[in-house]
Nanobody, 119 residues
Framework: QVQLVESGGGLVQPGGSLRLSCAAS????????MAWYRQAPGKERELVAR???????NSASSVKGRFTISRDNAKNTVYLQMNSLKPEDTAVYYC?????????????WGQGTQVTVSS
């Protein structure tokens, strides 16, 4: 049984920063790609950034230069450092990971954490 637990969301003013964390736990054999998605009201869920087990990253054009994804494999944790936040970054942010256990492998989702950027 695998769980992804997110933390770090909240209310921040435009131009501010937040750091999101997502820790995976359970009977994990291997974690492959980890990613952050977000979903704003009335919009589809979109990929924000992704990181492979080896540390290669890609991110959405809308967040390049402002957001940085990283991971600590020893802690089974992925982070999203968000700087220069804009109101349009307001969304529920979800952690996602492709994880292998003894009974198979699949994508797992975190519960989501609200990020609100407002004056």
């Amino acid at each position: 049984q695998v769980q992804l637990v997110e933390s770090g969301g909240g209310l921040v003013q435009p131009g501010g920063s937040l750091r999101l964390s997502c820790a995976a736990s359970g009977n994990i054999v291997s974690i492959y790609d980890m990613a952050w998605y977000r979903q704003a009201p009335g919009k589809e869920r979109e990929l924000v950034a992704r990181i492979t087990s080896g540390g290669s990253t890609n991110s959405a054009s809308s967040v390049k230069g402002r957001f940085t994804i990283s991971r600590d494999n020893a802690k089974n944790t992925v982070y999203l450092q968000m700087n220069s936040l804009k109101p349009e970054d307001t969304a529920v942010y979800y952690c996602n990971a492709f994880i292998a256990t003894m009974i198979g492998q699949r994508f797992y989702w975190g519960q989501g954490t609200q990020v609100t950027v407002s004056s």
